[in-house]
T-cell receptor, first 114, second 114 residues
Framework: SQQGEEDPQALSIQEGENATMNCSYK?????LQWYRQNSGRGLVHLIL?????REKHSGRLRVTLDTSKKSSSLLITASRAADTASYFC??????????????FGTGTKLQVIP | NAGVMQNPRHLVRRRGQEARLRCSPM?????VYWYRQLPEEGLKFMVY????????ESGMPKERFSAEFPKEGPSILRIQQVVRGDSAAYFC????????????FGSGTRLTVV
C-alpha cells in the first residue's frame, strides 16, 4: 500500500513551542501534501511539495521532503492553541490508469495547550 | 464561490435502509473524489469520478456501494442496505483537473447506522 504513515500518532505541546510531524511512504511520488483537520470538519489543504523540491515554507509552516528516505516532515513554529487539529500527509503518484492518485496517511493528532 | 458542498451533514439510517450522500464540487471543478473516514483513522479512498465517468472505483466495496457524477447535478454516493459497519464520515473532494495539486474538501457527511 502507498498509504503514508505519520509519526507520532499524537503530540501534545505548550503554546509557543514548535511541533514536528513526520510522514513516511513507500513508492515514488509526484508530490506530497499536508492537510489539517479540525475535529468534526473536513480537511484543509495546507501545503504541497513537489518531488523535485526539498523544502517549502508557508507562514509558520515548513515542510521538508527527502525522496531518498521516502519521508517528509511538517514543522509548525510558534504553535498556537488554534493549531490543535489532526494533520495528515497525502502522497500523489501516477498509477497504472494514467492519472494521479492521492492516498492519505493515518494522521498526527496535535494538541497545543494554552 | 461556495466551495465543495456536501449534504446532509448528518444522516441517521436504520440497518437495511438506503443512504444517499450528495456532493456538489467547486465551480469549475470536474473531478470528484470520495473518501471514507472511520473514527480516529485516516481517509480511505473510495472512488474517483469525472462528469458521467467512473475513473477509479478500486476503493469501493464490491456490493451495496455505488457512485455517480451525472452531467447535471451533484455527485451521489449511494449505500444500499446499510449495516452498522458503514457508520463513518464520508468526505468528498474536488479538483479542477487531474493534477492533484491539492484537493478542496467538503465538510463531510456523518452517517450513523442504528
Amino acid at each position: 500500500s502507498q498509504q503514508g504513515e505519520e509519526d507520532p500518532q499524537a503530540l501534545s505541546i505548550q503554546e509557543g513551542e514548535n511541533a514536528t510531524m513526520n510522514c513516511s511512504y513507500k513508492t515514488s511520488i509526484n508530490n506530497l501534501q499536508w492537510y489539517r483537520q479540525n475535529s468534526g470538519r473536513g480537511l484543509v489543504h495546507l501545503i504541497l511539495i513537489r518531488s523535485n523540491e526539498r523544502e517549502k515554507h508557508s507562514g509558520r509552516l515548513r515542510v521538508t521532503l527527502d525522496t531518498s528516505k521516502k519521508s517528509s516532515s511538517l514543522l509548525i513554529t510558534a504553535s498556537r492553541a488554534a493549531d490543535t487539529a489532526s494533520y495528515f500527509c497525502a502522497t500523489a503518484f501516477s498509477n497504472s490508469g494514467g492519472y494521479q492518485k492521492v492516498t492519505f496517511g493515518t494522521g498526527t493528532k496535535l494538541q497545543v495547550i494554552p | 464561490n461556495a466551495g465543495v458542498m456536501q449534504n446532509p451533514r448528518h444522516l441517521v439510517r436504520r440497518r437495511g435502509q438506503e443512504a444517499r450522500l450528495r456532493c456538489s464540487p467547486m465551480k469549475g471543478h470536474s473531478h470528484v473524489y470520495w473518501y471514507r473516514q472511520l473514527p480516529e483513522e485516516g481517509l480511505k479512498f473510495m472512488v474517483y469520478l469525472q462528469k458521467e465517468n467512473i475513473i477509479d472505483e478500486s476503493g469501493m466495496p464490491k456490493e451495496r456501494f455505488s457512485a455517480e457524477f451525472p452531467k447535471e447535478g451533484p455527485s451521489i454516493l449511494r449505500i444500499q442496505q446499510v449495516v452498522r459497519g458503514d457508520s463513518a464520515a464520508y468526505f468528498c473532494a474536488s479538483s479542477p483537473q487531474d493534477r492533484s495539486y491539492g484537493y478542496t474538501f467538503g465538510s463531510g457527511t456523518r452517517l450513523t447506522v442504528v
